[in-house]
Structure formats: C-alpha cells, structure tokens
C-alpha cells in the first residue's frame, strides 16, 4: 500500500507541474485565442447523410479563414432529432468560440409552434453562424398516380409517405392537407426519405412532400428525366429560379394574409436549410470572426470545388440574415402562430 | 451476360492492381482488430475511415472500407471462443457452442470451422448479390411493407427455438425485450413512450448497452467471480492439426453452411434486421432443422457453423438495397452510403448501369477481404489464443475500459453507461437462473421494425396485406417452424401443471425475478394507458404477453417441482465451471464486480473519462487484485493512451464534461478530455 500512496502523490505533483507551466490563454486578440486551438463542429446526427457531410466538409475547410487557423474537428452528437446538440450549445458547451454546431433547420422553429418537452433554449438567442444553403423544396408525385398539378391535389385522392412527425415529410404533408382541405393521405412510419422514395416506385405510396429540389437533381435526376414525377407544389417562401416557372409557390396559394403569414412561418426554414450556430453570449469580435470566416469559405474556391464533385448545394445564407429571420418569426402575432401550429398536427 | 463478366474481370484486375490490393490488406488489418474488441464492430471503423477516403479513388475507397466492415464479423468469434465475450453484437449466438468448445479443449476446431464457415457465407452472399445485379430493381420493387412485416413475424417466431426447454421465460423475456424495444417517440402521432422526459431516451435505448451488457458483462461478471483461467489446455490445443478438424466439419456440414448463408443474405436485404439477430435466428434455424438438436449448447460444432457463416453473408444482402436504391439495409451501410455520396455515386440505376464497374469491385472487395480475414485469422490463430492464458488479474482491467468506452462511442451518453450496467446485472441474473437471453434480443431488435411494417400494411393495403404470394409462404414457414416447438412446449406445460405441488411454496430467486419483470410489465400497462390508440398496440400487447408469461412462469417456480431444466441452444444451460462457488461468496463477487464498473461511471463523471480509464486500471488491478503497483501503474497508463489514441483521436469522441473541468476550467481548456 505505502508504494501505491507514493505513486499517488507523484502523479498528483506531476499534474499540478504540468498545469502550472502552460501560460494562460485570456488574451483579447482573436487570432491569439484560436491560435493553435482545436475548435469543436458538433454534428448533431450519425455519421453519414446529408447534415453530417455538409458539417464535414466544412470543417475541412473553415479552419484556415478563422483568424489564427485553429484546426476544426467535426464530431457527432446524435440525439432526438438533434434537439440534444442545441440543448448542448446552449447550456453546457463554453461560450468562448471554441464550440459550434450543425442541427435540424426545424429545431429552431419547435417551440414556437407547440412542442416544449425537451426544448431547452431560446432560438433567438444563438449566435448564428450561416447557413451553406437556401434550398427550395417541391412534393413530387409519380406520373402514374395521376396527380400533375396543384388542381389534381385538390381534387383527386392522394397518399404521401411519411417519417415520423418531427420530420419535414410529415409536416409539410400535414401543413399542405390542413391548410387547404385537399382529399389526401399521410402514411407515415417509413425509416427515411429514400425509403418513401422506394415506396414510390412500388406503387405503395403516389408521392411524397416534401423533397429538396438539389437531391432530386443530383440523385435521382433520372425520374425527371424519363418524365416519370411531375412536380405539381414547390415549398418555400421565395420562388426558386430553377425550378420551372409554372409550379405554383405554396405561398402564393392562397389569398388570406394571415394564412399566408403562417405558411411563412413554417416553410422560412428552407432558407436556413444547413444551419450553423454558436452559443450564445460569446465575445462579439469571436462571433464575428466565426461569421466572416463562415462567408469567406463559402467563397473559398477548393470548398466549392469540393461540393461541387459531392454534388452539394452552395447558397449561402449569412448568419445576420438567419438571426434577423428567427427574430422575425417568433414575432409573428399569436392568431398567426396558433394557425401555423394546428396546421402542422397530423389530422387522420 | 459476356459484358458483364468482361466488366466484372475489369473490375478484379482494377483491384489487384498496386496499391489498391494494399488498401485491402490494410483495411482487413484493421477490422481484423477492431472485430477481436469487444463492443467495437465495424461501424465505429467505418466512421473513423471515411474522411480518409476522400483521397483516394473509387475502388480503393470502397476496398479499404469493405475490408473493415467485412472482416469485424470474423475475428469477433476469436474472444466469442476464448472467453465467451462476443467480440461484435454478430457473435453472441457463436459464444453458446464457441465458448463450450474451448473449455472442452476444443477451441482449435471452433477457429478452423468458425474461421472457414464465415469465409465461405461472406463468398456467398458476394456470389448472390453479384448473380442478382441485373434482377436487383425488379426483387426491391417486388418486396413491400407487407414482405417485410412477414420478415420480421419470421424472426420474432424463433423465440419459440431459441427459449429451448424454458419456453415461458424465453416468451417472458421476448415480451419484455419488445416492450423496451418501444421506448422513445412512437412513430405514428410522436408520442413519447416512457421517456419519462429524459432526452436520451426519446430515441430509445441504443442496440449496443442492451446486447453487450445481456452478453458481454455477464461473462466478464463470472471471469471475476470465478477466478480463473480461462482454460490454460486451450492454447496447446490450437494448432492446424484441429483447426484442420474444424474445417473439415465445414465440409461434412456443406448443406448447413448454404442453407444459413442464404437465409443471412435475405435477412440482411431488411432493413433493420442485422447482425445482432441474424445469428440467433440461423442458429435456432440450426437447432429446428439439424437431426440431432440435443448436442446443440454443449459445444456442437455446428452452433459455430451456422451463425457465423448467415452472419458474413448477410454484408452481400445487406449491400443489395443500398446499391439498388440508396436504402441503408443498417449501420454500417449507412456510413457506406456517405462514402458512395463523398465520391459522387449514386445509389440506383447508374450503379447498375453507368458505374457498375464500382458495383463490381465493390463484391470483389467483399469477396477478397473474407478470403484474406479467414486465412489471416487461421494463421494467427494459435498467436491469439495465448491471450487466453492471460490471467484474469489483467485481462478484466483491460477489457472493461474497452467495452466501457465502446459503448459510450454508440450515443455518446451517459445513459449508455447506465444502461449498460443495468443489462448487464439483468442478463448476469438471467444467466444464474436459466432465463433465455436470446429472446430478449429479438424481440428488441426486431420489435420497431415490426411495429413499422404493421402500421405500413394495413394503411397501404387494408387487410389485403396478408393475400400477398409472398407473406402467404413465409406464414407457411413460420408455421412449419413453430409447430414442433409449440406442440413440444404444451405438452411439457401440460404436464407441469399437472404435477403442481400445492403444499410447498417456494419463494426461489426464480420466482423473485419473475414478479420483478411482472412488475415492470405492469408498471409499463398503467404508465401507457393514456396514449393513442395506434401508439398503444404493440407496446401494450408486448407488456400482456410478458405479464401473462410471467404469470404462467410464476406458478411454476412456486409450486413446480424442482428441477433447472437446461435449455439447449437457449444459451441458458449452467455452465460447469468446475467446483461450484458457495452461493454467497458468487454474490459477493458478483456485487464487487459491479461495484467496480459503477465506480468507474463516477468516476468518469468526477475527473474525466480518460483520465478514469487509466486511475481504474490502476485501482482495480492494484487494490482489486493486488498486482505491484508498477505493473498496474504500466497497465494503466498503457490503457490511457490506447483509449486516448482510439477514441479521442481516431474516433473524436466529445468527451461529456467532468465534475474537475467544472472546477479548473484550465485543464478542460488544455486536454480537451475533461
């Protein structure tokens, strides 16, 4: 025992030396502070899909326009609908900079529109950081099924697939039957989008919305091609050029401003559709350091020759765009917000 | 067809070339390894790989990470073997006759027939999904939500095979495992399903806390309890001579191997449905369908036969939907779906088409890694098996880090931790008292998918689902499986009942531990009264059959007369473990060990997991069992590093944050681990 209580005390010794030789790294200058740092992008789903490689290849990438070149290591926090890694920004991880993360673009809009179990922060208050892109996003049907157009929607019965209801296949599916009375069904519970997608193709289910215009394009081009979709809806609140001009904006569907209003308020996230933030209150020169860095890779030619051999959409959204966004949203009045939340419920 | 073996030569020449071959050995290398740790399998590897493929092209991208994926579910059987701890979720069914085999100084041949049954699955499944390229479209599109849903009733039936001769626990434990299996957001309206607000579970347990602690504690829990070697007559008797027995049995069983590699390649073309249970329900396949089942759970060679070689070939059907449609069939694919995204391949048409030579190469890499993992593992072999002659006195401190920090990789949580240890002393009792700890797996891992599917069904096509061609052939296989076993189990019930002892009541530890998982049952009936109706029907049927199960079970232990009746392939027999421990001494040690691993927990939770992992090294080998300090201290700080390597810097996982770091911000700032 005696030889164990002196191997204590000399690890101990050994800790305390080791502690008190590094220099203390309060220094005001940014480049001091991220110089020779590793600074944490928390991913908040598995590794593989959509988030976690636009989370990855930024972090190739950002490091080298932050101020100081810290090294930036991607890391995966899964955890219920990366509502885990936004609670985990926002109350435990340090307020210095050395800490971002990549979420669901939903997550921000949760608690505005009813949902407050597990919801632990206040999305006004992230420090945002910049979205890669805006992407619109369309409901597509199989030609076979008969359903071409908005009218067709209106009129005929429908079923989409669906993913479980915090997903955006559900809730546009429920916004989109809710808000405009339309004969259709949700048959929700499949694993993923490519699942729905397959689902499709069998003949188990005639479409599905919502789908981002970008994946359609860069995996499953070949249903446009063979004229085997028709894309009667695009979902967003701006009109995409590339999206042809004769598929109605879901917003300009109807003529009611506060129906309008709420249709805003729920597809505004296509806009912020690969978010980053930071936590909030850190020193105002870091976060904007965080932000510029953010714009200047998205301008970064080798980032964007990068994405663009991954097939990976770049518009990108600042983060004072994002912030003034949320601000804007959580503003609406309470009659706007009350539609929006009934419309979202999944009404069978 | 003569394009297509042109391409798919094209393709083997593309592979063999310098360095891509390199590639291969490499990634086998590495997953060789990685297979051998408990509670790492091959999609820890795969996430730690892919950002190195960025550089690389194509095939070799694709070779290195099928080298790993592919081979973890071979090495796995080398510590299933020697110490009965499964070295992937695959082996747990490989550990029952495995682990048997190497006590009875047999581990030479469980190698060679192990080695070369996984090889052999792992070829065919590569053969299969290679021959079915041109029919991949038409076979997705021909399996719906109800081919599915009969997939999985498959599955759930062999509860029936594998509860053995104890069917009322094995019913008990599935209901049970199907119950826990519905923790989280419920599919259909989101309800949250005894989540009782803790985020961590609004995704419901994770797989990897329930099977290693169900499989992997256990063993460990009786290492340290028991005391010994493993067996030291094992490491004489790994030589090619016996491994040589072992692959001849391969040969003598030639008709088992194909018909559990076939069934592993379909069962891995669903979704969901993946390694943790593919070997359980070939190996109760094996027990219902071989002449002579009785051998089976004694150290059966065909017990290590049939579960690894459904367990390789279930990678060739797990690669058909995700190569035909982007549909991750598990895990792993879904990693592997993220590699066909970073080097702009798409899933679908083009693979089949277009990029087939990738597709090509991508059975040839699966193909060759099985070919060098098998050939590398049986050279090695008689190497390996010296870490059974390693005492326990080391080996324990060493592993628990491992299968400690493994799991908490899974989630990263704390509630993979707590979770762990309560599996672990669940299925620590489970095996003490004869419970079937399969069941419990299956009804876990197959439980959401088939709540899936059923929901699926029956809004896509009404009642119409059960017509389907397909659904109807395999109800007829399923009936056929569940005849024996069921008329079996009516009659030994029938016959219990009769001889019921009215006048002695008996408060067994059995039946404690039946009114315990009663109780749970219950608890979970009135907590979920509440929810929707379409939230509440498997759960809740779930929770009635373990209720209803255990009641039955109850009455036997009460009032049946005494005998613990072995369950063969229930992988709930008593192992002989030499002389029997004194019963108070086995729980003292039993609550020590536990004590242990809680204490590490904590400990993490105080100074950091780390810095943990090297201080409960050093204790536990110091204090624990009195090694000299200098050797713990060695030990220690070697486990520090490894672990540090591993995790920290190969797999970046964020460290949660310490009671220390909360107290000296400056040692978080500077290690990052705290």
Known sequence: ?348 | MPDQLAMAFHALQLLLQWPRIAILVLGVLIGLAIGCMPGLGGVVALAVLIPFTYNLDAPSSFALLLGVASVTTISDLIPAVLFGVPGTVGAAATVIDGHRMAEKGEAGRAFGAGFVAAAVGGIFGAVMLALMIPILQPIMLAIGSPELLAFSIFGLSMVATLSGRAPLKGLTAAGLGLMISMIGSGTQTGTLRWTFNWLYLFDGIPLIPVTLGLFALPELADLAINRRRIASETVANVNLANQWQGVRDVGKNWWLVIRSSALGTFLGMVPGIGSAVIDWIVYGYAVRTEKRPETFGHGDVRGVIAPESSNNAKEGGHLVPTIAFGVPAGASMTLLLGAFLLHGLTPGPDMLGKNLDVTYSIIWSLTLAHVLGAAICLLFARQLAKFAEMRHEILLPMVMPIVFVATFQATRSWGDLYFLLGFGIVGWIMKKLGWPRPPMVLGFVIGPIFERYLFLSTEIYGNAWMARPVVIGIALIIAWVLYRPLSQTARTLAHEFRHLDRAHIRLSPGALFTLFGMAVATAALITSASWPIEEQIVPRTACWAALIAGAFNLVTEVFGADKPAPAPGGHAAPMPMGPELPVKVTLQRAAEFFLWLGGLVALASLIGFVPAIGVFVFVYMGIGFREPAWRAGIFGVAMTIFCYALFDRGLSVPWPQSVLGDIIPALRDVTGLL
């Not at chain 1, 953010?294 to 663009?308: G, H, I, N, Q, V």
Request: net charge positive; hydrophobic share 45%; proline share 7%.
């Open chain 1, 1 to 348: 025992m005696a030889k164990l209580h002196r191997l204590f005390a000399a690890s101990l010794v050994a800790l305390i030396a080791s502690v008190a030789a590094w220099p203390a790294t309060a220094q005001d200058a940014v480049a001091n502070f991220y110089k020779g740092r590793s600074v944490q992008l928390l991913i908040g789903v598995s590794p593989g899909g959509g988030y976690d490689i636009y989370g990855r290849t930024l972090a190739r990438h950002m490091g080298k326009h932050i101020p100081g070149n810290p090294t930036l290591v991607p890391q995966n926090m899964p955890g219920a609908g990366t509502l885990k890694v936004a609670n985990y920004i926002y109350n435990v991880a340090p307020k210095d900079g050395s800490v971002f993360a990549t979420f669901a673009r939903g997550i921000p809009m949760e608690k505005l529109l009813g949902r407050t179990v597990g919801v632990q922060f206040d999305a006004t208050k992230f420090t945002w950081v910049g979205s890669i892109t805006d992407e619109p996003s369309v409901c597509v049907f199989m030609v076979r099924s008969g359903i071409a157009t908005w009218r067709d929607m209106q009129t005929k019965q429908w079923k989409v697939g669906g993913s479980g209801v915090a997903t955006d296949l559900d809730i546009y599916a429920n916004v989109l039957r809710n808000m405009f009375h339309l004969p259709g069904r949700l048959v929700s519970g499949f694993p993923g989008g490519q699942e729905v997608l397959l689902a499709m193709q069998r003949g188990e289910v005639d479409g599905r919305c919502s789908w981002s215009w970008s994946s359609l394009l860069s995996r499953d081009k070949f249903l446009l091609d063979q004229k085997l979709v028709s894309i009667p809806v695009q979902l967003g609140v701006e009109r995409s050029s590339e999206i042809p001009a004769n598929v109605p904006l879901v917003v300009d569907l109807t003529d009611n401003p506060k129906e309008k209003a709420a249709l805003k308020l729920i597809f505004s996230r296509q806009l912020m559709a690969r978010p980053f933030a930071a936590p909030p209150g850190i020193p105002a020169e870091r976060a904007k350091a965080l932000r510029d860095a953010f714009d200047a890779t998205m301008k970064d030619p080798a980032y964007l020759s990068e994405m663009m051999r991954l097939q990976l959409e770049v518009r990108p959204v600042p983060g004072a765009r994002l912030e003034q966004m949320v601000k804007e949203v959580y503003a609406y009045p309470p009659d706007v917000v009350k539609i929006a939340s009934d419309a979202i419920k999944n009404a069978r």
